[in-house]
Structure formats: C-alpha cells, structure tokens
C-alpha cells in the first residue's frame, strides 16, 4: 500500500526554488507580490518603469497621499520627474524586503535590479 505523504513545500514554485539550483527573481517591485514570492523562495526582483505603473495601477490607495506630497514638495518638477521619483521609492521599499536576503548570503542574492532613467 503506498501512502501519500504531505509535500514540504509551499507551492509547486517553492518546491521549484528548493529543491534545484533555479535563482528566482519576482518580476516587480510590489511590496505585496515580493513578499509572498520571498515567501516560496525569490531572493531577487526587478523594478522598472512599466513594473511601478503596474504597482500603481493594483496599489493606488497606497502611493495616492505620497504623489500628492511629491507634486507639492516638487512643484516645479515635471510629470517624468515625479514618476521617476516613484521608481526610486517604490524601488528602495524593494530593497529593504530582499536585505536580509542579501546580508544572509553575502550578496550573492537579495538584488533589485533597477532601470534607471536613461537621461
């Protein structure tokens, strides 16, 4: 008789990051995603331009007070510059979820890979 025994792991995707030697990288920088994919191993993520608008788009309640306060602390920047500005924060938030990641494994893991503007 063969008996099923409870799998160790999360999530197939925890399952994967355990048990190969894949580094799995989330593709955003929401706080809410990278944490639960922290959670089933990511020791990385990626933020750019097009990953903060999405951010945004599922997170406005959360960033709404804070670009208000940009528009007011920057009233002569530009649209471009207060996005920018975005990318920078919603970046740095990021970055302080994968240090313990990155201080845990010398730095061998636990990077934010950021687009940075070009200009």
């Known amino acids: 008789m063969i008996h099923a025994t409870a799998s160790a792991h999360k999530s197939p995707l925890h399952e994967m990051t355990q048990t190969t030697p894949t580094c799995l990288w989330n593709d955003s920088a929401s706080v809410r995603e990278l944490s639960y994919s922290m959670e089933h191993g990511a020791v990385g993520a990626t933020c750019n331009p097009v990953i903060v608008l999405g951010v ?3 997170e406005i309640d959360a960033w709404k007070g804070r670009i208000r306060s940009l528009i007011e602390e920057l009233p002569i920047a530009t649209e471009d510059e207060i996005a920018w500005q975005l990318v920078r924060e919603i970046s740095v938030k990021a970055a302080a979820l994968l240090k313990p990641i990155f201080d ?3 730095g061998r893991n636990g990077r934010l890979s950021i687009q ?4």
């Open 116 to 119: 940075t503007d070009p200009r």
């Open 56 to 58: 945004l788009k599922n």
């Open 104 to 106: 845990e494994q010398h």
